[in-house]
């Protein structure tokens, strides 16, 4: 048998130089895609309440610089006021 190591030549080596990072851009592209937020219409926010449900005890809202500022939400594009709700809500445990 022969070791196919040695059997690597110039041509195999540059191809796969070429190939590899192509795939891992692509990879990476999805993985963006799975991440990116969803629209305040899509997942139905409203700026006040529901039910005593409000984004400030939800597990994906990112507060802002004081209690009463609006923050992010790790799933929900756009400023997101703490005594809003979207029906991602999800309590924080």
Known sequence: MRD???RMT?????GSAVVL???AGLLLAETATAQAKGSKAQFKYQSTPNNGHKCSQCTFFVP????T???TC???DGSISPTGWCTAFSAKG
């Open 10 to 14: 110039r041509r195999t080596f540059v």
């Open 64 to 67: 802002g610089s004081s209690a």
């Open 69 to 71: 500022a609006s923050g």
């Open 74 to 76: 790790k799933i929900v």
């Open 4 to 6: 196919f190591s040695s």
């Open 21 to 23: 990072p192509a795939l």
